[in-house]
């Protein structure tokens, strides 16, 4: 008795169709839209982002500087 077994030649085609089915009905410019306002939302957070702390960094060096300085009151 002999008892073979084949690898079956339309396994890959098998996961081709549902891959090609499923990325049919992806709305390509609709991601191209929303990845563009990401990347300009991001951009605009890293802005923000970036002149806080520069501004903080200056708040506390100027704080650094006044603190050296003798205290004076005035009439």
Do not use: C, H, S
């Not at 929303?34 to 100027?62: C, N, Q, T």
């Amino acid at each position: 008795m002999r008892t073979e077994t084949t690898a079956y030649q339309g396994a890959i085609n098998n996961v081709f169709l549902p891959g090609t089915i499923l990325l049919a009905n992806i709305d390509v410019t609709g991601l191209l839209e929303y990845a563009l306002k990401a990347g300009v939302g991001g951009f605009i957070w890293l802005g923000f982002k970036l002149a806080g702390e520069y501004l903080e960094r200056k708040k506390k060096l100027e704080q650094k500087q006044d603190a050296g300085k003798p205290f004076r009151k005035r009439k």
